[in-house]
């Protein structure tokens, strides 16, 4: 079944309504707090469905069937290391960020450390959050490629000016609200294509279980099995999970935005923690699409051999859905890419002026100036994050295992900033920003010289910048003053 002109006019009708509606946020768009924090009144369970939709975007909906589709369900054991995360970060991070009027994650740590490594996070978390981004962007190409076969970066261009629309009007209310919505739409869809899957199998479930078991065990969750270079087994997820999450929920901009626009602490500790609960659920269901559609295409080979994994579960929408539906759920997946993009763009956009323009270009500008700044920076940052995604099309790997290694590698170094800050009272910035650059180095060489699982990445980098953070604070302390700035 191709993908008809019925699909097609679902999918523009869709991507110009949810640009239309996110732009009607604008009107109460007056002040940098409406802007960049939603006013701080967005409810709960609205920021909880909207940073599980900034986490995992369009790379879980179609990267993460391709992972179970070659291998089995152990990536859930990464999971396990997110839930842990977010009790870690809900309790330790959460009660100094609304200790005061912050907009962002950075200006924490210049209360403790000073404006030095104010600016090196927030500078680490633009780099990071760009390339990270665009890897994500990219993963929107593989969709468009598959159903327009040519004019990948023409139609990203498209996709790109509709998201950038609705983010420079609306603001993080429009993130938000609009999140919610292509979260709900791109879950039912995919439980819709799961069923029709399943019915299309001769033998439905118990075909799929035969095969499954056949291929080597494919329901697997669980391997205790330990080794440094395998990235899915149960120490290496727990514990790398743990810091991955905690850094990406803790440190990375994107997300702290999306906590802090809560009412109160606990309603913040609260949309955070019910995040894990959707989080396993959702990546439940894309694994086990992934291990159905193994079956499916044992039955059905397709036409022409997958030539990446991330192609599998996009190829199934686009050629075995009914007319509409199949419409239905590309524009949501389009949409999922276009509401990480918005909240990635509002993020960099809140960073670069709320730690970098405003302190340093106009401190004491009005926000009507401010408000006009964060739109060009949004552009700026949109024209680099498209950029970095046509060029991520010619890299041959998964994009979600991608990005979360982009994202691995300075995460270390940011949270073991974080935790040098919050956990002792001795620690200076001089030490901090040594055992930052001791991590990079580190990892440097890991990466260049070793075949180390990413998934140690964030933990290995926090271990290294804390210890040597540590060991250099007492070597070669500062002034108490200095020292201490809570």
Known sequence: MAFSRIDLAVVIAYVIAITAFGARFRKGQRTLHDYFLGGRR?????????????????LTIISTPGIAYRSNLGFLQLVFGYLVAR?????????????????????????????????????????????????????????????????????????????????????????????????????????????????????????????????????????????????YLFW????????????????????????????????????????GIVVLLQFTLFLIVGVVLYAFYQHFPPLTPFSRPDEVYPTFVITRLPVGLCGLLTAAILAAGMANLSAALNSLASTSVMDFYKPFARPNADDSHYLRVSRVVTLIWGAVIITIALA???????????????????????????????LTRRATSRGALIGALCSLATLGYIIRSTSIAWTWYVAIGTVVTFVVGTVVSAAWPESEAATVRS
């Open 42 to 58: 967005l409810p709960w369970w609205a920021i909880t469905l909207s940073i599980v939709c900034a986490e995992t975007s369009i």
């Open 392 to 422: 991520a099309q010619y890299l041959q790997r998964s994009a979600l295992e991608l990005a979360l290694t982009v994202a691995s590698v300075p995460y270390g170094s940011m949270l073991g900033i974080f935790l040098l800050g919050v």
């Open 236 to 275: 290496t997820g727990l514990v790398g999970g743990m810091f991955l999450n905690t850094a990406s929920h803790g440190t990375d901009q994107m997300i702290v935005q999306q906590l802090l626009a809560a009412r109160t602490r606990r309603q913040s500790q609260g949309a955070l923690l019910a995040t």
């Open 87 to 231: 009790v870690v970060v809900s309790f330790l991070l959460i009660p100094r960020y609304f200790a005061g009027e912050l907009f962002t994650a950075y200006q924490l740590i210049e209360r403790r450390f000073g404006h030095g490594l104010r600016l090196f996070t927030a500078g680490m978390f633009l780099i990071t959050r760009a390339l990270a981004e665009g890897v994500r962007v990219f993963a929107i190409s593989i969709v468009i490629a598959i159903i327009f076969k040519t004019g990948v970066a023409a139609s990203l261009l498209i996709i790109f000016a509709l998201t950038v629309l609705y983010t420079l009007e609306g603001g993080l209310a429009a993130v938000i609200w609009t999140d919610v919505i292509q979260l709900s739409i791109y879950i039912a869809g995919t439980i819709v294509a799961l069923f029709l899957a399943l019915h299309a199998i001769p033998g439905g479930w118990g075909e799929v279980a035969r095969v499954a078991q056949a291929a080597g065990g494919k329901f697997t969750v669980l391997n205790f099995h330990f080794d440094w270079n395998q990235p």
